[in-house]
């Protein structure tokens, strides 16, 4: 059977619908970056997501190809997920979406180096003649965050976010986003075939303990 991420790491990918703390190890993926509402049919957010399954899935079918990578084992690639910012926002606000910075991610299995990772972009552009430039290698360790489980549309986060808000403070932790501390979100739900309301999306701020 495929090694599933999200069954695997429960912790980071199923979090409860009530706010809780935890420390996330450092992860690889293939990454975009971008900015512009992620609602637009033509924008750059849609044409990031082809960027990331195509490399994403060309990496996982290596096994029949032949380019063989060292430790390599079948798994389901993992869920898309978005570090996103707003330039002089501190969260995110929601009526603005056109002002969206973001990092586009899929996870990477630990066993992908930095060389499969170049081998698969040289591969996805020859084989589906599409430019790949803007796909890239990105390491990223979030260490101590606040997270929840969101059920519903993604305009009703601020709710979540606010639980989750009140949770940190009360359990003696500030908020940490920075320009390196983002906004995460986790997309468990595919938006094209789920109604709005009953979207699951894991909600991740990055925090730090209260100074005394």
Not at 14 to 31: D, L, Y
Request: charged share 30%; with cysteine; net charge negative.
């Amino acid at each position: 059977m495929a090694f599933d991420f999200k069954k695997a790491y429960r912790e980071f990918y199923m979090p409860k619908g009530t706010p809780s703390i935890v420390t996330v190890p450092k992860m690889n993926f293939v990454a975009v970056r971008g900015s512009g509402d992620p609602n637009d049919e033509d924008g750059e957010y849609k044409q990031a997501i082809g960027l990331l399954y195509g490399i994403a899935f060309t990496i996982k079918m290596s096994k029949k190809g032949d380019h063989q990578i060292e430790g390599y084992f079948d798994y389901v690639v993992p869920p898309l997920e978005g570090f996103w910012w707003q330039d002089g926002v501190i969260g995110v606000d929601y009526s603005n979406k056109d002002s969206f910075r973001w990092i586009s991610v899929i996870r990477l299995p630990d066993f992908v180096t930095k060389e499969d990772f170049d081998w698969a972009v040289n591969e996805a552009t020859k084989k589906k003649k599409q430019d790949f430039s803007k796909v890239e290698f990105f390491s990223y360790d979030e260490g101590l965050c606040v997270q929840c489980m969101h059920i519903g549309s993604y305009d009703d986060e601020p709710a979540t976010v606010e639980a989750m808000h009140r949770f940190m403070e009360e359990q003696g932790y500030d908020l940490d986003i920075t320009d390196q501390r983002y906004h995460h979100e986790i997309y468990l739900s595919d938006a094209r075939k789920v109604a709005p309301e009953k979207l699951k999306t894991v909600i991740r701020h990055p925090i730090k303990v209260k100074e005394s």
